[in-house]
């Protein structure tokens, strides 16, 4: 049977794995950013001919989005991909991406 301090460890266990699920991107988020991973590399560490973008700034990761978004950046797929993502959506992709190694 559970006593009391088992009950309490239990308790202290589930609070620790929900505060660290809500420490993670969205789900949304990480659903959109594993679209990115088929040419950035898994988990944004690249593997072939586009840059790796896991760990940098979310500052730089909105710039080269909303540049590549009004075309003031060049790029051959970014240009058409960057317009599909709204500004939200891009700054948690920033946040997200700014957080893998
Ligand atoms: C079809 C392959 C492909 C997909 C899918 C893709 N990218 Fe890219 N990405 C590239 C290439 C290639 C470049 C280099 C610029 C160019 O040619 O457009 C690039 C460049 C970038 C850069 C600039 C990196 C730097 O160092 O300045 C960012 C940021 C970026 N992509 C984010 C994303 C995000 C976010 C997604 C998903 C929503 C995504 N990419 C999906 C191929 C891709």
Do not use: W
């Not at 540049?67 to 993502?85: C, F, H, N, S």
């Not at 939200?88 to 991406?97: D, L, R, S, T, W």
Request: aromatic fraction near 6%; glycine fraction near 14%.
């Amino acid at each position: 049977m559970y006593n009391k301090k088992t009950t309490l460890a239990l308790a202290g266990f589930v609070g620790l794995a929900l505060s660290g699920i809500a420490g993670a991107a969205d789900m949304h988020t990480q659903v959109i950013a594993a679209t990115c991973m088929s040419c950035h590399g898994p988990g944004g560490n690249s593997v072939g001919a586009a840059p790796g973008i896991a760990g940098i700034s979310q500052d730089r990761f909105v710039k080269a989005m909303q540049d590549y978004k009004t075309g003031k950046r060049p790029g051959t797929v970014m240009l058409k991909l960057a317009g599909g993502y709204t500004d939200a959506e891009i700054e948690a992709m920033g946040a997200y991406f700014a957080t893998l190694k």
